[in-house]
């Protein structure tokens, strides 16, 4: 094809990309958030048949965002608080396109100078506001199970290497490995172990509010002197409460243990001064993970996977053959995930960040606290319903005066659409789980949330 026509292609599918979306934001603020059509709806919108001949890109693009309007679930929303999903700045919107325009396969530093050096400032402008470790290794991952999962996967070839075993023998060639967590452990953890080779995590107990038990891990601990790994929590998906990390660490560092954190959504909080007394002692633990497209609010998909020791984190993920180009005293970004080839993630961080700076990063985070308190302040003026969570962070579990009421007001506000929240169970009880994850959640958005949840109780008939 002729580059002048190769040009003008990609100029006639951007453009239409851009107005269709562009079309998707400005009605993202008053459109149902739910999607009109479930998957056999937009099946029947689609081609069946690949077409024998091509397509113009234009049309292509166009046909692309017609079908598929009617199936888009409104995550965007200032009132989306399902699976705790931010949306995404402006800025870094912006810059994810650019990621996807420039096509740089960010694996390596040498083939990729721009994007790489960018990942490189934005990892270190995490871990300061993060308040974790500066020479901690950072690598972006798809989302928190695959952080969690590189992490896992470093703090288990460390314990092999203590134990005098060989970590490229696998695990059949060292001692048996104890994987430990508090008893409201994040599923992504323990899939994470699994896929990590660990098994799923032997739960030591937790509190009312999902907190680890650290008596419980105490004595799960001396009850076996075989290597350990523990993983703890901050922010709960139901409460979100932190575990107690300094007496929880110390307790796993008497042990000899590897102490891993799940952050996907909590560990921002060290970002704020009025909230990072939620994880007071978190930065003494050997590895974390967290999400930027929740908290940090930039687009799907970014996991962030941080192991204090980089060399220990390059020997677990690193990769080696004679094609790659590779500097033997610095490590490649694919040296701190489980993948070669991966889109440059880090951009539209360092794009949120530098739209942020730190003070718009702590008022980010308490504003997201702040209308989750908000919110609970709402639905306790609600007869009938009741708050039955901590409100410490961004998450609210909202619950009638039985399970079925519970249940209905969830389908209720999900089929009326002006709020989408996710139910769930907890400690025994149906609830409706409000995430707070947007930085657009202002006032306006609370009340007409608090609104909805009052109309669908009315319409239920659900009353003290």
Same mark, same amino acid.
């Given at each position: 094809?002729?580059?002048?026509?190769?040009?003008?292609?990609?100029?006639?599918?951007?453009?239409?990309?851009?107005?269709?979306?562009?079309?998707?934001?400005?009605?993202?603020?008053?459109?149902?958030?739910?999607? +009109?059509?479930?998957?056999?709806?937009?099946? +029947?919108?689609?081609?069946?048949?690949?077409?024998?001949?091509?397509?113009?890109?234009?049309?292509?693009?166009?046909?692309?965002?017609?079908?598929?309007?009617?199936?888009?679930?409104?995550?965007?929303?200032?009132?989306?608080?399902?699976?705790?999903?931010?949306?995404?700045?402006?800025?870094?919107?912006?810059?994810?396109?650019?990621?996807?325009?420039?096509?740089?396969?960010?694996?390596?530093? =040498?083939?990729?100078?721009?994007?790489?050096?960018?990942?490189?400032? !934005?990892?270190?402008?995490?871990?300061?506001?993060?308040?974790?470790?500066?020479?901690?290794?950072?690598?972006?991952?798809?989302?928190?199970?695959?952080?969690?999962?590189?992490?896992?996967?470093?703090?288990?070839?460390?314990?092999?290497?203590?134990?005098?075993?060989?970590?490229?023998?696998?695990?059949?060639?060292?001692?048996?490995?104890?994987?430990?967590?508090?008893? !409201?452990?994040?599923?992504?953890?323990?899939?994470?172990?699994?896929?990590?080779?660990?098994?799923?995590?032997?739960?030591?107990? !937790?509190?009312?509010?999902?907190?680890?038990?650290?008596?419980?891990?105490?004595?799960?601990?001396?009850?076996?002197?075989?290597?350990?790994?523990?993983?703890? =929590?901050?922010?709960?998906?139901?409460?979100?409460?932190?575990?107690?990390?300094?007496?929880?660490?110390?307790?796993?560092?008497?042990?000899?243990?590897?102490?891993?954190?799940?952050?996907?959504?909590?560990?921002?909080?060290?970002?704020?001064?009025?909230?990072?007394?939620?994880?007071?002692?978190?930065?003494?633990?050997?590895?974390?993970?967290?999400?930027?497209?929740?908290?940090?609010?930039?687009?799907?998909?970014?996991?962030?996977?941080?192991?204090?020791?980089?060399?220990?984190?390059?020997?677990?993920?690193?990769?080696?053959?004679?094609?790659?180009?590779?500097?033997?005293?610095?490590?490649?970004?694919?040296?701190?995930?489980?993948?070669?080839?991966?889109?440059?993630?880090?951009?539209?961080?360092?794009?949120?960040?530098?739209?942020?700076?730190?003070?718009?990063?702590?008022?980010?985070?308490?504003?997201?606290?702040?209308?989750?308190?908000?919110?609970?302040?709402?639905?306790?003026?609600?007869?009938?319903?009741?708050?039955?969570?901590?409100?410490?962070?961004?998450?609210?579990?909202?619950?009638?005066?039985?399970? *079925?009421?519970? *249940?209905?007001?969830?389908?209720?506000?999900?089929?009326?659409?002006?709020?989408?929240?996710?139910?769930?169970?907890?400690?025994?009880?149906?609830?409706?789980?409000?995430?707070?994850?947007?930085?657009?959640?202002?006032?306006?958005?609370?009340?007409?949330?608090?609104?909805?949840?009052?109309?669908?109780?009315?319409?239920?008939?659900?009353?003290?």
């Amino acid at each position: 094809m002729h580059d002048d026509t190769m040009r003008q292609q990609y100029r006639d599918a951007l453009e239409v990309a851009h107005r269709r979306a562009l079309e998707w934001l400005d009605t993202m603020d008053e459109r149902p958030i739910r999607p +009109e059509l479930d998957v056999d709806g937009i099946l +029947e919108r689609l081609p069946h048949d690949l077409p024998e001949d091509g397509a113009d890109a234009a049309a292509v693009v166009e046909q692309l965002a017609e079908a598929s309007g009617p199936g888009l679930m409104a995550m965007g929303s200032s009132r989306f608080y399902g699976f705790v999903i931010g949306g995404a700045y402006p800025a870094s919107l912006g810059a994810d396109w650019l990621v996807s325009a420039w096509d740089q396969n960010t694996g390596s530093r =040498q083939p990729t100078p721009a994007t790489a050096a960018i990942e490189e400032v !934005a990892a270190a402008w995490l871990l300061d506001l993060l308040g974790l470790p500066a020479a901690s290794g950072l690598g972006f991952t798809t989302g928190a199970t695959m952080a969690n999962t590189s992490c896992l996967i470093v703090g288990r070839d460390t314990q092999l290497r203590r134990a005098g075993a060989d970590p490229l023998a696998g695990l059949q060639g060292g001692p048996r490995l104890r994987f430990l967590a508090g008893g !409201a452990v994040h599923t992504s953890v323990v899939l994470a172990g699994r896929l990590a080779g660990l098994g799923e995590p032997v739960t030591v107990g !937790a509190d009312g509010e999902g907190c680890i038990d650290v008596a419980g891990l105490e004595r799960e601990l001396a009850a076996d002197d075989a290597p350990a790994i523990v993983a703890l =929590q901050a922010g709960d998906v139901h409460s979100g409460a932190f575990d107690d990390f300094t007496a929880a660490i110390a307790v796993a560092r008497s042990a000899g243990a590897w102490v891993h954190v799940d952050g996907a959504f909590g560990l921002w909080a060290a970002a704020s001064p009025r909230l990072q007394h939620l994880t007071a002692g978190v930065a003494d633990a050997d590895s974390w993970a967290t999400d930027a497209h929740k908290t940090l609010n930039v687009p799907y998909d970014c996991g962030v996977a941080i192991v204090r020791d980089e060399a220990a984190m390059t020997a677990a993920l690193g990769a080696h053959a004679a094609y790659l180009p590779a500097v033997a005293s610095i490590s490649d970004p694919y040296d701190r995930v489980t993948e070669l080839s991966r889109r440059a993630r880090g951009v539209p961080v360092w794009a949120a960040l530098r739209t942020l700076g730190r003070r718009g990063a702590a008022r980010l985070v308490e504003g997201l606290a702040d209308a989750a308190a908000t919110l609970a302040e709402g639905f306790r003026g609600i007869p009938g319903l009741e708050v039955v969570n901590d409100v410490v962070f961004t998450q609210v579990c909202l619950a009638a005066r039985d399970d *079925a009421e519970t *249940a209905a007001l969830g389908e209720w506000l999900r089929a009326e659409g002006t709020v989408w929240a996710s139910s769930s169970t907890w400690r025994g009880r149906t609830v409706v789980r409000f995430a707070v994850s947007n930085f657009s959640t202002g006032a306006e958005a609370v009340r007409r949330t608090v609104d909805a949840v009052a109309r669908g109780a009315a319409a239920l008939g659900i009353r003290d």
